[in-house]
């Protein structure tokens, strides 16, 4: 075998060999890390597919095609149910991880007064974060929950219907917020969730422990469920999945509704979800931009069963 053919041989091994890791690799720290980035790399092997076959190297584009393929396997999730039904049982909720610098305040206000959302949930609110974000929107959303942190895990939420309860949860350290609000005569409960960050191996287990918690705390109840927030997982996630499972949620984000890292129009992966009980459905769903911020907002137009449970 030629020198040539024999090192585009080994190249596409080790295309193939990747794509091979990247998608089957357990759900260790450093894949996860890896694996998170599943949806750009099957872009790029699709690119060296497309280039190689151009050029007629037919190792590197086979290889490059199939690493594709098992790349793009690993985003298939099961459908969630759509809606069109006109009714007046639906939520707008917005939410937006703000980035705790972020000095923008005027540009997110009028982001969430223009959104029409009736729950806006905020994330990395700082106390300074805090009085602006009570100043811009209380008139519009007059029904607030404030956690305000300096360590980039404050949160807040603002209502435009009535909290029948509403109240901070700690879990793994981190406040979450839960409520419960009545919409069209039936109860609904909506969580507010920030995870940490997987930045360190440790973060990484505390992460996937607060996602645990979470997923029996939110099992416990049968009430009409939504939850929205920075999860800092991808839906291919292991973590994610059990997450999913345990709590009986079901996600309403598509994986293609990338929201982090933003910069300009375009962000690589998904940290950012609204995930819902069975009953509940997406009418549609937006990713716009948030000045300043390194995530995009989610605005979800989500349909209510008739009754909820």
């Known amino acids: 075998m030629k020198t040539s053919a024999m ?9 193939l060999t990747t794509a091979v890791v990247m998608a089957f690799a357990p759900d260790a720290y450093l894949m996860m890390l890896a694996r998170a980035f599943i949806l750009p790399a099957a872009l790029v092997f699709l690119s060296i ?6 050029y ?18 690993q985003l298939i999730r099961p459908n969630v149910g759509h809606s069109t ?6 939520l707008r909720v917005l939410h937006m991880n703000v980035l705790q610098p972020n000095t923008a305040y005027d540009e997110a206000i009028q982001l969430a007064l223009e959104s ?10 700082s106390p300074e974060w805090a009085q602006v974000l009570r100043q811009g929107l209380q008139r519009r959303y007059p029904y607030v929950h404030i956690e305000p942190r300096r360590n980039c895990y404050g949160i807040a939420l603002f209502s435009r219907h009535p909290f029948q309860e509403v109240r901070t949860i700690t879990v793994g350290g981190d406040p979450f917020v839960e409520a419960l609000l009545n919409v069209n005569g039936g109860p ?19 992460r996937n422990d607060q996602l645990e918690q979470l997923g029996r705390y939110v099992a416990r109840s049968d009430t009409a469920t939504i939850l929205v927030g920075d999860l800092n997982t991808v839906p291919w996630d292991q ?71």
């Open 49 to 54: 597919a497309v280039l190689t076959a151009l």
């Open 239 to 309: 973590a994610f999945r059990r997450f999913c499972s345990r709590s009986g949620l079901r996600s309403m984000t598509p994986a293609l509704h990338r929201t982090w890292p933003s910069v300009g129009p375009f962000a690589l992966i998904p940290l950012d979800h609204v995930l819902a009980t069975e009953g509940i459905t997406v009418r549609t769903i937006r990713t716009p931009a948030i000045q300043g911020s390194d995530h995009r907002a989610l605005i979800a137009d989500l349909q209510l069963p008739h009754h909820a449970p």
């Open 188 to 206: 609904v409960r909506l969580l507010a969730v920030h995870t940490t960050s997987p930045i360190s191996y440790g973060h990484f287990r505390r």
């Open 7 to 15: 090192r585009e041989l080994l190249l596409a091994v080790g295309l």
């Open 116 to 125: 029409h959302a009736d729950l806006v949930s905020v994330q990395e609110v």
């Open 56 to 73: 007629r190297r037919w190792w590197l584009a086979q290889a490059a095609l199939c690493g594709t393929t098992l790349l793009a396997v």
């Open 85 to 90: 039904m006109a009714s007046n049982a639906h």
